[in-house]
């Protein structure tokens, strides 16, 4: 029940496409949502977060769409970018725990 | 403001040895939690300190411990090092736990041989 699930493991986007990133929880505790982008190398760094109040939250090139009642939420990047090339991390978390539970990881490659 | 610093980067450890890992938070965050990363399990949550006290810890054997100081700064330490303990050990900081998002540090590589 603490699990996320996130797919496609991997992604091939042509420059100037959609990528679209999903993930579905079971726990109806998790309360804040968030989206982490990471770079080889690097540790991970927070994109964009939703909470479960708001259905869709846009921020420049990135989307997030919340469905409660299907537990599922999804990342939109528009107008994908090389340089968006990238392992993606869906999370959840309860609001009274900074534990972050995250899905497995989906690799981008965004081609020229 | 500067983020959050994950010291050493690089570590090559032997079995058997131990190792401590150090986080310093950013400024005025209490809050932190720390991540081991694989390739096989992902990102795997450790524990969570607060105010200096473990508020919360994942399913990982005793050999793994942490602490956090008065000005928020965190160490973790495993003892008894296992090959399986190789990974990318990350620490993320946030203003208060539970409430405010999550950054991270960039990690400290630890390969045990």
């Known amino acids: 029940q603490q699990q996320v699930k996130q797919s496609p493991q991997s992604l091939i986007v042509q420059k100037g496409g959609i990528s679209i990133i999903n993930c579905a929880y079971e726990?109806?505790?998790?309360?804040?949502f968030p989206w982490y982008q990471q770079f080889p190398g690097k540790g991970p760094a927070l994109l964009i977060a939703i909470r479960p109040d708001v259905s869709e939250k846009k921020e420049g090139r990135f989307t997030i769409s919340f469905n409660k009642s299907a537990k599922q939420f999804s990342l939109h990047i528009m107008d994908s970018q090389p340089g968006d090339s990238a392992t993606y991390f869906c999370?959840?978390?309860?609001?009274?725990?900074?534990?972050?539970?995250f899905g497995q990881g989906t690799t981008l490659q965004v081609k020229p | 403001k500067a983020g959050v610093t994950q010291t050493p980067r690089y570590l090559i450890k032997t079995r058997g040895q131990q190792v401590t890992l150090s986080c310093s938070p950013i400024?005025?965050?209490?809050?932190v939690s720390w991540y081991q990363q694989t390739p096989g399990q992902g990102l795997q949550f450790l524990f969570e300190?607060?105010?200096?006290?473990?508020?919360n810890k994942g399913n990982f054997p005793g050999r793994f411990s942490g602490r956090q100081f008065s000005n928020s700064r965190s160490e973790m330490n495993v003892s008894t090092l296992e090959l399986g303990d190789s990974a990318l050990y990350l620490c993320?900081?946030?203003?208060?736990?539970?409430?405010?998002?999550?950054?991270f540090g960039q990690g400290t590589r630890l390969t045990v041989v």
């Open positions: 726990n109806t505790a998790f309360d804040y």
């Open positions: 993320a900081s946030s203003f208060i736990r539970g409430t405010t998002e999550a950054f």
């Open positions: 999370a959840a978390r309860t609001g009274n725990t900074g534990k972050l539970i």
């Open positions: 400024s005025g965050h209490r809050s």
């Open positions: 300190y607060f105010s200096e006290t473990q508020r």
